[in-house]
């Protein structure tokens, strides 16, 4: 019988290490005896401090002082003398402070989820109420993003190695034991499942675990390829909708706690182009906010063609921040997301905190030369002038949306080229984009299957006129944009160029140390366009690290009461 379903442990597993070294650590700390705590702890079995506080008899807060009384009163009869300042709190204290996710076994498990496997934590665990419990409430939160299911044994009355847990796993996960392989570091608890038929690995070192787990499941886990990062789905995540003015709303959705992020896309895409950043920028302390831009999917696509001027979408999305009760966010956007976010910066700077772009970058109107003629001048952007004429570009793309989007939208690699490469000279001339191309091309490795059908159905919804309306503005943004010719961008910055985009190429961004004094800047050589699709690893890792390098958040100035 096939394998199908994964079970792991938390602590010694999915974390580490777990308690017991700890427990040991601070029994050296006070200079007790070895596993003085553990004869207190598990002192009467099945009504042991311990035993109660897995089963949610009794809270965290309670197991401290009914251990703290039994190692007093153990100490008093073994001549044995405590600190003064002992507290058991403290080993699970220095867990929290020093154990850390083992992150090589949280990719497994993501790989394994992607192989169609369910992913399961089956933890002995606590009802957290003591003062460290944004911890534990931390942990848990980034742990149900990842898996399928937690069953913590505190919710069941049921610990390991009561059989009772197992059966309920198997239950929930709608499996046969011989379908289910559980991974844990205390022999103990995996004998009952073996008697039931399920295979059991005992967790030691990573490697290992990981070569057993690959044998079992069949899924290949050791690759030198990066895993793809865990992403969300549209129908198990947070939407909202807020309305602008009469008229106008905008949809987005939202994950995580902390600053807020917001990252805005660009074209043809939806709030979705950002799935594999969204869980791992929650996951890194983050209130991740992606908009579905105007003119696309859920968010109102209003006919007329000023609607989508720089100007009028930059003071959008301050009403958009202003009605979310949001003073000041960082900015990440792609594509026309990227014009955005440097515009906002320039216009808005109060509302950024900081500002990133992907792809596209940022140079200051030039008064010199007329904006139309200047773009006539690079046959890269003659699929913008094929753009202007209203319903022309709307017909072609609109035809077949699903034609449309597995044609636009491809990696570099060479696997997922078609017979030949997207160009965007002499669009106007061969009468459309997607003059040439298979009436059926196969589905792009970066978008298919449910993520390309949610698409088609947003694109379905709300038609090609409002996102191609963003390149039918190019007069009034750059009038808009001359008004801030000579203004700088001063709050930190960060540019990420990607070596194979054909239309924004990295050479484009020359020189805008100029304009942005704290610009940084990172590069993804192989990498085209999608650049949070196509390299999305990469580009979290380049995220998350400037995220956490920026200047704290200033506290919020009080100025009122009321």
Same mark, same amino acid.
């Given at each position: 019988m096939?394998?199908r379903?994964v ?5 010694g597993?999915l ?6 070294h700890?427990l040991g650590s601070y ?5 007790l005896?070895r596993?003085?705590l553990?004869?207190?702890m598990f002192?009467?079995d099945?009504d042991?401090?311990y035993a109660k506080m897995?089963?949610g008899?009794i809270?965290?807060s309670q197991?401290f ?7 007093r009163?153990?100490a008093?009869?073994?001549?044995i003398?405590?600190?003064?300042t002992?507290?058991v709190a403290r080993a ?5 402070a020093?154990?850390t996710v ?6 497994a498990?993501?790989?394994?989820r992607?192989?169609g496997?369910k992913t399961?934590?089956?933890?002995n ?5 003591s ?6 409430a ?6 149900r993003r990842h898996f399928?299911?937690?069953?913590e044994?505190?919710r069941l ?6 059989p009772e847990?197992y ?9 046969k034991?011989?379908e ?7 022999e103990e608890?995996l004998?009952p499942?073996?008697?039931m ?5 005992l ?6 675990v990981?070569?057993e787990?690959?044998?079992l499941s ?8 990066e895993?793809?990062?865990t ?8 939407h909202?909708?807020?309305p ?7 949809h987005?959705?939202e ?13 043809p ?5 950002w799935?594999?950043?969204i ?5 890194a ?7 579905e831009?105007?003119g696309?999917?859920e968010?109102t696509?209003?006919p007329?063609?000023k ?5 009028q979408i930059?003071?959008?999305l ?5 009605k979310?009760g949001?003073?000041q966010?960082?900015l990440?956007g792609?594509d ?5 976010v440097w515009?906002?910066?320039?216009f808005y700077?109060?509302?950024v905190r900081?500002?990133a772009?992907l792809n596209t970058?940022y ?5 010199a030369?007329?904006i139309v ?12 002038f094929y753009?202007?004429e209203p319903?022309?570009a709307?017909? +072609? &793309?609109e035809k077949? $949306?699903? @034609?449309?989007l /597995?044609?636009?939208i491809?990696?570099?690699?060479q696997?997922? #080229?078609?017979p030949?490469a ?5 669009v ?5 984009l997607?003059?040439g191309f298979?009436?059926?091309p196969?589905a792009?490795?970066?978008?298919h299957?449910? +993520? &390309?059908?949610?698409? $088609?159905? @947003?694109?379905e /919804? ?6 191609l309306n963003?390149? #039918?503005?190019?007069r009034?943004?750059?009038?808009w944009a ?5 203004r700088k961008i001063?709050?930190p910055a960060?540019?990420v ?6 239309v ?6 020359r020189?805008m ?5 704290q610009l940084?800047?990172?590069?993804i ?5 999608w ?6 690893a990469a580009l979290n890792r380049?995220l ?12 919020l100035?009080?100025?009122?009461r009321?």
């Amino acid at each position: 019988m096939a394998r199908r379903a994964v079970l792991f442990d938390l602590g010694g597993v999915l974390f580490g290490p777990g308690l017991q070294h700890f427990l040991g650590s601070y029994e050296r700390d006070c200079a007790l005896p070895r596993n003085f705590l553990r004869k207190v702890m598990f002192a009467g079995d099945s009504d042991s401090p311990y035993a109660k506080m897995m089963r949610g008899q009794i809270t965290l807060s309670q197991f401290f002082l009914e251990t703290e009384e039994g190692c007093r009163q153990h100490a008093s009869s073994s001549a044995i003398a405590l600190p003064p300042t002992f507290s058991v709190a403290r080993a699970f204290e220095e867990m929290a402070a020093e154990g850390t996710v083992n992150a090589p076994l949280l990719r497994a498990a993501r790989v394994l989820r992607r192989n169609g496997f369910k992913t399961c934590v089956l933890t002995n665990n606590w009802v957290d109420d003591s003062a460290g419990r944004l911890f534990t409430a931390t942990l848990m939160n980034l742990l149900r993003r990842h898996f399928d299911l937690v069953i913590e044994s505190c919710r069941l009355g049921a610990q390991k190695p009561d059989p009772e847990i197992y059966t309920y796993a198997l239950d929930a996960l709608r499996a046969k034991p011989q379908e289910v392989i559980l991974l844990d570091d205390i022999e103990e608890n995996l004998k009952p499942a073996r008697e039931m038929g399920m295979a059991t690995i005992l967790v030691g070192d990573t490697e290992t675990v990981l070569k057993e787990l690959e044998e079992l499941s069949g899924v290949q886990l050791l690759t030198q390829e990066e895993p793809l990062p865990t992403a969300c789905d549209p129908s198990n995540v947070t939407h909202g909708y807020v309305p602008i003015r009469p008229g106008v709303k905008l949809h987005f959705v939202e994950m995580g706690h902390g600053p807020v992020v917001c990252l805005c896309h660009g074209f043809p895409e939806s709030w979705l182009s950002w799935r594999y950043q969204i869980p791992a920028l929650a996951d890194a302390g983050f209130r991740v906010i992606a908009l579905e831009m105007k003119g696309y999917g859920e968010s109102t696509a209003p006919p007329d063609i000023k609607e989508y001027s720089q100007e009028q979408i930059c003071k959008d999305l301050a009403v958009f921040l202003d009605k979310l009760g949001i003073p000041q966010t960082v900015l990440v956007g792609h594509d026309w997301g990227g014009a955005v976010v440097w515009n906002m910066a320039l216009f808005y700077p109060e509302r950024v905190r900081a500002v990133a772009s992907l792809n596209t970058p940022y140079r200051p109107a030039d008064p010199a030369v007329d904006i139309v003629e200047k773009m006539k001048t690079y046959p890269t952007f003659d699929y913008q002038f094929y753009f202007q004429e209203p319903g022309v570009a709307e017909a +072609e &793309l609109e035809k077949d $949306i699903g @034609r449309t989007l /597995k044609v636009l939208i491809r990696s570099t690699c060479q696997e997922d #080229r078609l017979p030949f490469a997207l160009n965007f000279h002499g669009v106007q001339e061969r009468g459309g984009l997607l003059v040439g191309f298979p009436e059926n091309p196969p589905a792009s490795q970066i978008l298919h299957g449910p +993520e &390309l059908q949610y698409y $088609i159905q @947003r694109f379905e /919804k709300s038609g090609f006129s409002g996102p191609l309306n963003w390149y #039918r503005n190019m007069r009034p943004n750059w009038h808009w944009a001359l008004s801030a010719k000579d203004r700088k961008i001063t709050m930190p910055a960060l540019m990420v160029t990607a070596g194979k985009d054909v239309v924004l190429h990295p050479s484009m961004s020359r020189g805008m140390e100029e304009w942005i004094p704290q610009l940084r800047r990172e590069h993804i050589e192989e990498c085209g366009h999608w650049t949070q699709m196509e390299r999305p690893a990469a580009l979290n890792r380049i995220l998350v690290e400037w995220l956490e390098g920026l200047p704290p958040d200033t506290p919020l100035p009080k100025i009122s009461r009321l």
